[in-house]
């Protein structure tokens, strides 16, 4: 089966004022996103995640390999590529239902249309009932909501988030990721997440990417066949702590910190 985005060859390097040579920060990286299916990468800190992330997104260019949407070379963003980032990206001056909307009204859509599917997508994350608040008036998890909202109301081929629930707790930051789960599920998303914690990634992937550190190499592909729908019982089922295991060693064969030497 082909995959919805795929990664080849990929290797990027920064150019910097200290290293004639630049930085290397991705090396040769291959993998693809299944339809359907929720990918997550993990790897040490400063192993190039977000760039690699930003790569995928058309927002920035490889030195070599490249990113292929259904079998189409990326190369500039891509109404098609949804993305999540850590910071809120909400418009502080537009309420919920007008930062869900905005999308569509750029597009054209008109009111009534866009009226009827801002509320779908309310109802979706659930935030009926705050339509007409300003994203400040939110806690940080119902403000991610809405950037998921505002993403999914354009119906991309995949979702790229890049540590969407870093600002939050780890109780509201595995509620949050169950429910995205869910809402992916249902609108039968392809999501790639990027993310530190070991235990979201185990949580809600069916498969988990693990990198090397800087330069960043794919190190491990690691599938979850932990039973569905996930919830908070899986993090007591054993397979959970077999995987969750798996990925610390091959991290900790890695460093889990960035070094300097190289
Ligand atoms: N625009 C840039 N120019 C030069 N170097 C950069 C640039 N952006 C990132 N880097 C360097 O590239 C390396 C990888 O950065 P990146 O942010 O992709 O890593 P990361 O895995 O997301 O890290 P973290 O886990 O801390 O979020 C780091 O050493 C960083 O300092
Ligand atoms: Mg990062």
């Given at each position: 089966?082909?995959?919805?985005?795929?990664?080849?060859?990929?290797?990027?390097?920064?150019?910097?004022?200290?290293?004639?040579?630049?930085?290397?920060?991705?090396?040769?990286i291959?993998?693809g996103?299944?339809?359907?299916e929720?990918?997550?990468?993990?790897?040490?800190?400063?192993?190039?995640?977000?760039?690699?992330?930003?790569?995928?997104?058309?927002?920035?260019?490889?030195?070599?390999?490249?990113?292929?949407?259904?079998?189409?070379?990326?190369?500039?963003?891509?109404?098609a590529?949804?993305?999540?980032?850590?910071?809120?990206?909400?418009?502080?001056?537009?309420?919920?239902?007008?930062?869900?909307?905005?999308?569509?009204?750029?597009?054209?859509?008109?009111?009534?249309?866009?009226?009827?599917?801002?509320q779908?997508v309310?109802d979706?994350?659930?935030?009926?009932?705050?339509?007409?608040?300003y994203?400040?008036?939110?806690?940080?998890?119902?403000?991610?909501r809405?950037?998921?909202?505002?993403?999914?109301?354009?119906?991309?081929?995949?979702?790229?988030?890049?540590?969407?629930?870093?600002?939050?707790?780890?109780?509201?930051?595995?509620?949050?990721?169950?429910?995205?789960?869910?809402?992916?599920?249902?609108?039968?998303?392809?999501?790639?997440?990027?993310?530190?914690?070991?235990?979201?990634?185990?949580?809600?992937?069916d498969?988990?990417?693990?990198?090397?550190?800087?330069?960043?190499?794919?190190?491990?592909?690691?599938?979850?066949?932990?039973?569905?729908?996930?919830?908070?019982?899986?993090?007591?089922?054993?397979?959970?702590?077999?995987?969750?295991?798996?990925?610390?060693?091959?991290?900790?064969?890695?460093?889990?910190?960035?070094?300097?030497?190289?």
């Open positions: 089966m082909g995959f919805v985005i795929e990664i080849r060859g990929l290797s990027k390097v920064y150019p910097t004022p200290e290293r004639p040579q630049g930085l290397k920060v991705l090396d040769d291959a993998f996103v299944e339809e359907g929720f990918l997550t990468v993990v790897g040490p800190s400063g192993c190039g995640k977000t760039t690699l992330l930003e790569i995928m997104a058309g927002l920035r260019k490889p030195t070599s390999g490249g990113i292929y949407l259904d079998g189409r070379m990326i190369t500039d963003p891509d109404p590529i949804g993305i999540v980032f850590q910071e809120e990206s909400t418009f502080p001056w537009l309420t919920v239902e007008e930062n869900i909307g905005f999308g569509l009204r750029m597009k054209g859509v008109g009111k009534d249309e866009r009226e009827r599917q801002v779908e309310i979706l994350v659930e935030l009926p009932g705050f339509e007409k608040r994203p400040f008036e939110l806690s940080g998890g119902m403000r991610q809405v950037s998921l909202a505002r993403t999914i109301i354009m119906h991309p081929r995949v979702i790229l988030m890049d540590e969407p629930f870093g600002a939050l707790d780890e109780q509201t930051r595995l509620t949050l990721g169950l429910e995205i789960l869910r809402i992916a599920e249902r609108t039968q998303s392809t999501i790639a997440l990027i993310t530190h914690s070991i235990n979201e990634a185990v949580l809600l992937s498969r988990i990417v693990v990198l090397t550190r800087r330069p960043g190499r794919v190190k491990s592909v690691i599938p979850s066949k932990l039973a569905k729908p996930r919830s908070v019982d899986t993090l007591s089922d054993a397979l959970f702590a077999k995987l969750v295991g798996q990925i610390w060693k091959d991290l900790r064969e890695e460093g889990y910190r960035e070094r300097d030497e190289d």
